[in-house]
């Protein structure tokens, strides 16, 4: 078993663990010799060459149900987000350092994230905020509509529609005041906190709050303040941020075509509100500006096999916290502060504890930086990978899909490009259960979701099909032949008392429709705890023996038999009975064998 250790006096240790490689950053100096910095001419110099990366990403609502029907872009790439909220866009045309995801959704607000492309798939999450009409203004009429949390509009009454032709009538006022305080605000907010200044220079940002604001006229358009119009806007500032809160701030708009923020004007502090005047309406925000650079983690264990799916904070003591999840490479990329030193933090991505798995002080980093982080092993937290064969309705590997893992509460999303998928978690000891389901994207089919328990460190869940219609199923591969599936004349049945056994049992019998292949299991369960892990069961007549045989319809004999089963779920009727088995046997003819499968199957008694 392969664990990981993660001790306090892992402090002392960064010059042993962290490798760091890094490019100059483009700086000059002036007549005095002072350092300066070089502005480019176009703030799009700053993103680098253009590049190609794959993208994969879920859209979700405020109370993190997945969206459906979401149109998402990237460059001139579209997508639209399935059933699950979930859309795949590969080779996207994006920058090195930065790449603009857009989601469209009626009803909603429109989302956004900016990234640094990471090598590997790019995963991102965006919440859409509902098209909540907070009150609405008329045209002519100067009017101040208020949030519950004091968050406020002032209008003068001028209003202007998308060609710029003056608008009257009605005007609903749609706002939302996204908290930092808010765990939730890094995926309601629009791009990242990435910004040019008056200067044309790029920044980072600390934010202290957002005000979304859209207007719609009567007939549902666009509208948005007349030219030469302007609103006040207050914006609250949360009770923890106040101790850094400065008498006046710059004011930052979000530039929705390009994705990043512009500095606009200023905002002064009144009692616990931002106060500031703007001349157009989209995201606005108050924050405290920061030199930028690019800083890229990568981490593995001590045997440099890369770890995903883990989560990493990295913070600044006056500019606060940034984040993210480590891709399927091991690797993370953002913007942190220039010249800053920082404490990165790594966690279980499922939060087995609320305590870091790592912590490290790192840089200061005066150039877009690389660092390789080594993570000792520990006894408490079980590091586990997940792989099988995704395949269409009709037997082909899926090669534009994703396969989803369930482990807490927490999911796991792995693109499907040739039918082969695997999954890397870290997951605590007391857990050792999980679910599957994949998603075939083109043929819009999909799998159930399948209970599994984790045979550590490496669980081969063999191959699942994406068939709606299909209710159950049993599917088995014996050595490397062409997996059998069985999915008509199945029957699966409970006894919480045997005539011929002492204890409970389960049988299940299942035969095709050609008759060509049949299958029996009959399992002797553990009384009153059903659930876990089993061996072979020999009948030989000793009271108490528990266990599972598959030999009556399967050449498998006892010699040699090192199958092991897992039973996972046991429903009432109607419910769903959930067994995998994977080892090696020996069949009646003194054969070795291999064996791995999966019973999916509705309890009829």
């Not at 098209?131 to 100067?142: D, E, I, L, R």
């Not at 309406?281 to 983690?297: K, M, Q, R, Y």
Request: hydrophobic residues 35%; charged residues 20%; proline residues 4%.
């Amino acid at each position: 078993m392969k664990v990981y250790k993660f001790p306090k006096l892992l402090l002392i240790l960064l010059l042993s663990l962290i490798t760091i490689t890094s490019c100059q950053k483009d700086e000059s100096y002036n007549d005095n010799g002072e350092q300066q910095e070089n502005i480019p001419n176009t703030f799009s110099e700053y993103y680098g060459n253009q590049i190609s990366r794959d993208f994969l990403g879920n859209i979700i609502d405020i109370n993190k149900n997945p969206i459906e029907g979401a149109t998402i872009t990237i460059g001139s790439q579209t997508a639209t987000t399935d059933s699950n909220g979930v859309f795949i866009i590969n080779n996207a045309s994006v920058n090195e350092r930065f790449g603009y995801v857009k989601a469209e959704k009626e009803g909603y607000i429109h989302g956004s994230r900016s990234v640094v492309p990471s090598n590997g798939t790019n995963k991102v999450t965006i919440m859409l905020l509902e098209a909540t009409v907070v009150g609405s203004v008329n045209s002519g009429v100067s009017e101040t509509i208020t949030a519950s949390d004091g968050s406020s509009v002032s209008f003068d009454g001028n209003f202007k529609n998308e060609d710029g032709t003056a608008y009257t009538g009605s005007v609903d006022v749609i706002m939302h005041h996204l908290d930092p305080a808010d765990e939730d605000m890094a995926m309601q907010m629009p791009g990242m906190l990435y910004a040019e200044n008056e200067d044309g220079a790029e920044r980072m940002l600390q934010t202290l709050g957002m005000l979304a604001v859209e207007l719609r006229g009567e007939n549902g358009e666009d509208l948005n303040l007349a030219d030469g119009s302007t609103s006040e806007i207050r914006i609250p500032v949360d009770a923890s941020l106040m101790n850094i809160a400065p008498a006046t701030i710059p004011l930052w708009s979000f530039d929705e075509v390009n994705g990043y923020w512009k500095e606009e004007g200023e905002a002064i502090l009144q009692g616990n509100m931002y106060v500031g005047t703007v001349s157009h309406f989209s995201f606005w925000n108050c924050d405290i500006p920061a030199e930028a650079v690019t800083l890229c983690v990568t981490a593995t264990d001590e045997e440099s096999n890369p770890l995903t799916n883990l989560y990493v904070t990295i913070t600044s003591a006056t500019f606060g916290t940034r984040s993210g999840y480590i891709n399927d490479n091991g690797e993370v990329c953002g913007f942190v502060p220039s010249n800053e030193t920082l404490e990165i933090n790594i966690y279980s991505y499922d939060f087995c504890t609320d305590l870091p798995i790592y912590t490290e002080t790192i840089g200061p980093f005066s150039a877009d930086s690389s660092i390789s982080i080594v993570i000792p092993e520990n006894t408490d937290i079980i590091a586990e990978t997940i792989t099988g064969i995704f395949n269409t309705c009709n037997g082909d590997p899926v090669i534009d899909g994703y396969v989803q893992l369930s482990y807490g509460n927490q999911t796991f999303t792995d693109a499907v490009s040739d039918g082969n998928f695997e999954i890397s978690l870290l997951r605590c000891a007391e857990n050792n259960s999980f679910t599957v389901q994949g998603s075939d994207y083109v043929n819009l089919q999909t799998t159930d979701s399948i209970s599994y328990t984790f045979t550590t460190p490496l669980t081969d869940i063999g191959t699942i099909t994406a068939c709606n219609a299909v209710t159950e199923f049993i599917q088995y591969t014996i050595d490397d032949e062409e997996p059998v599936f069985i999915f008509e004349n199945i029957s699966a049945n409970f006894y919480t008392e045997s005539p011929n056994f002492e204890g409970p049992t389960i049988d299940i019998f299942a035969s095709s429709s050609d008759q060509e292949n049949c299958y029996y299991m009959y399992g002797v369960l553990n009384d009153p705890d059903y659930l876990g892990t089993y061996d072979n069961y020999v009948f030989n007549g000793i009271p108490g023996d528990t266990g599972f045989f598959i030999g009556e319809c399967l050449s498998v004999s006892d010699t040699n038999n090192n199958i092991v089963y897992n039973l996972s779920v046991l429903g009432e009727v109607g419910e769903y009975i959930d067994i995998n088995f994977s080892g090696s046997y020996e069949d009646f003819e003194g054969n070795p064998k291999t064996i791995n499968g999966v019973v999916h199957v509705l309890r009829d008694n």
